[in-house]
């Protein structure tokens, strides 16, 4: 059985940068690219809240994409996540053999 391994390109663009990432899912690339601008934005970190005392406080479950979009809202602007092309393969190779469908009744 032939396994396609399909990569997602993401492209994001907050304020006037833009970063570019792939994944195996559209998840998995929005959040890698929600990451990498996170540590590349020269835009100004918000101050970080003292933690309350919550018993289902799990800092550890937010993701990259769901922090950059909090960081976005608080700017007052739009995290924009565009689905880009997907990249051709580089050992794919299309089969253009079409002689079975002539033969079809």
């Not at 899912?25 to 101050?47: D, F, G, M």
């Amino acid at each position: 059985m032939l396994q396609i391994n399909q990569m997602f390109s993401v492209q994001l663009s907050l304020g006037e940068q833009t970063w570019e990432s792939e994944g195996s899912s559209i998840k998995k690339a929005q959040q890698a690219v929600a990451n990498k601008a996170l540590t590349e934005s020269v835009l100004p970190k918000p101050v970080q809240k003292p933690a309350k005392s919550n018993v289902n406080n799990n800092p550890g479950s937010i993701t990259p994409t769901v922090e950059l979009n909090g960081l976005a809202m608080k700017r007052g602007e739009p995290a924009i996540y565009r689905p880009l092309d997907p990249k051709p393969f580089p050992n794919y190779r299309a089969n253009y053999n079409f002689r079975g469908m002539y033969n079809q009744s």
